[in-house]
């Protein structure tokens, strides 16, 4: 796996400290800005990907995903629950790629099974801390989805081995390790610090999907 994709890291850094300075300082727009640019710049690397490989459906499924991941970072901020909806079907499309590296199997599906019950029961254990229906629904959907990306976007390094294969399970993995690092949120406001880590993590998965992609040239 090239390691060039860390020149990103401080981008990644100025990003996510402007957008908590812009959400902080009710400069919302310039923060919403900021926020999205790692987002675009992993969904140029699958876009790039995509014009060296027109065939790739996992490419294509990839792209979709990440696009539609930049478009929830957005709307995330201004309209909560659409932006659930299109972040859920960024994660649709990054599980339907993943299917294109190995077929799902049992060890998959034992994963899947194991993980949704832990997150679940985590959702139920802090239930007090979480906001009202609708949106206490969609996490709970949310959270499936998470079992299902670990389930299917990290075994395949491990038995389908490949730099694609690699370079996506790492890229699943730093995207799951920033949703639970930013649930903390429930809990109550987090430092700005805590929050920019939690957004380098998220950039971080993101650009490697976006890498993964093109490791599919």
Not at 90 to 104: C, D, E, M, N, S
Not at 144 to 160: E, H, K, T, V
Not at 168 to 177: D, E, H, K, N, T
């Amino acid at each position: 796996m090239p390691l060039w994709w860390l020149t990103f890291v401080p981008i990644w850094l100025v990003c996510a400290n402007l957008q908590c300075w812009g959400k902080n300082h009710g400069k919302k727009p310039l923060g919403l800005v900021f926020k999205v640019i790692p987002t675009l710049l992993a969904a140029g690397l699958a876009f790039y990907a995509l014009l060296q490989n027109g065939e790739s459906e996992y490419i294509r499924l990839m792209l979709i995903g990440l696009l539609l991941g930049a478009a929830a970072d957005v709307l995330l901020n201004l309209v909560f629950v659409l932006g659930g909806v299109f972040f859920f079907a960024g994660h649709v499309f990054y599980i339907l790629a993943f299917t294109r590296i190995q077929a799902p199997n049992q060890t998959g599906l034992i994963l899947f099974v194991c993980l949704g019950l832990v997150f679940e029961l985590s959702l139920i254990v802090n239930r007090k801390h979480l906001p009202k229906f609708p949106v206490n629904l969609g996490v709970g959907i949310y959270v499936l989805a998470l079992a299902a990306l670990a389930s299917l976007g990290i075994p395949p390094a491990f038995q389908s081995p490949s730099p694609a294969a690699l370079t996506a399970a790492l890229g699943s993995g730093l995207f799951i390790l920033s949703d639970l690092t930013l649930s903390r949120k429930f809990l109550g406001e987090v430092p700005v610090p805590y929050e920019v880590f939690s957004l380098c993590l998220y950039y971080a998965g993101q650009t490697l999907l976006g890498l993964s992609a093109l490791l599919m040239i």
